[in-house]
């Protein structure tokens, strides 16, 4: 799948909480948008991704 | 009936006939034969210039502190015209005024954005001064009451409006059901993410323009506006993350607030590229 503009490999079936982890990220300081659709917070557990998804993921650092 | 041989101007803003082949100055010396400053349609002339209908004419004093009535064609002369018209209907919504949002509320009231709704929960302290606008008086007062006290001062002519709650999933949508642009100015990563994503989720025709990665001493350049999808842009350099060592510092977070400032500004007058 595309992931920031990258083609990344993930075992398939895997759902958005599990990218999260594997890439290291929070759930909670994330904006997660799959084919150009926001996926709300409480999502994460069940959106599956497929290989063909194109994945945006904003991940927001502290400081304002 | 407009008199023959006259023509309608406006001076200061206010409508006025003057000869049909009175000049600029003509004018300043009839009106204000002590203005030093002589603005026409929105630029200072040096030379004199026959007027015509419609022009606008803009007389100043230099060192001379305006009327009310006066002071807002002055704001409005250092604007494009055609500019003005649309910043002044523009409605946008701060969430945070600390670093980021007081300075992002600022430059909107500078450029005479119409409307401003400021929320924050919080007071001002000491430690805010060394990159936030506020002033030694401010510190103890609410920021949504200092900043409109701030605002008030520089642009009397915009509306403000303060909302003193902190922002979460439940009173997000509601608190920015009337403004056209939010802002987000949060200093928590957990509460940038939340906004953006209920903005983005329950109110899809607003725009966000949110800020990430602004603490540091880091280079000016790489500072940032990216548009992340049509209603949704983001300006920081994604990774510089306040922490200890690593300060959220004046002129680094007013370039990042200033993009989100130009930001709003452009997205008010159709430019929606970056």
Not at chain 1, 40 to 45: G, I, L, R, S, V
Not at chain 2, 123 to 128: A, C, G, K, T
Not at chain 2, 251 to 269: D, F, G, K, M
Request: aromatic share 6%.
């Amino acid at each position: 799948m595309i992931v920031n503009g990258k083609e990344r490999d993930f075992d398939s079936g895997i759902t958005v909480n599990e990218l999260l982890e594997k890439l290291n990220l929070s759930k909670d300081t994330v904006v997660v948008e799959v084919n150009l659709e926001i996926v709300p917070k409480d999502q994460y557990a069940a959106k599956i991704l497929n290989e063909d998804d194109k994945v945006e993921i904003v991940s927001f650092v502290g400081g304002g | 009936m407009l008199e023959v041989g006259k023509i309608k101007v406006f001076v200061n803003e206010k409508l006025s006939e003057v000869g049909d082949n009175s000049t600029a100055y003509d004018v300043r010396n009839l009106i204000k034969k002590d203005a030093d400053i002589v603005i026409l349609n929105g630029h200072i002339i040096k030379e004199d210039m026959v007027l015509k209908e419609n022009d606008r004419l803009t007389l100043i004093k230099r060192g001379e502190v305006p009327t009310q009535d006066e002071l807002e064609a002055l704001l409005v002369a250092r604007h494009t015209p055609g500019v003005h018209e649309k910043v002044k209907n523009a409605s946008v919504g701060i969430a945070g005024l600390g670093g980021l949002g007081s300075q992002v509320a600022v430059s909107l009231a500078r450029i005479g954005i119409g409307r401003l709704l400021l929320v924050d929960f919080d007071v001002v302290e000491p430690s805010n001064l060394n990159r936030q606008q506020y002033f030694i008086k401010h510190i103890g007062m609410f920021k949504t009451e200092a900043m409109k006290d701030l605002l008030t001062a520089i642009n009397p002519f915009v509306e403000v409006e303060t909302k003193q709650i902190y922002l979460d999933e439940t009173n997000i949508a509601e608190t920015f059901l009337d403004v056209d642009i939010i802002v987000e100015a949060f200093d928590d990563p957990g509460c940038k993410a939340s906004l953006v994503n209920t903005v983005l989720s329950k109110l899809p025709d607003k725009t966000i323009v949110a800020a990430s990665g602004i603490a540091g001493y880091f280079s000016n350049n790489s500072i940032r506006t990216k548009k992340i999808k049509d209603n949704f842009y983001l300006v920081g350099d994604n990774v510089s993350e306040a922490q200890p060592g690593c300060g959220l510092m004046a002129p680094r977070v007013a370039i990042a607030a200033n993009h989100q400032a130009n930001t709003v500004l452009r997205i008010i007058l159709g430019e929606k590229e970056v």
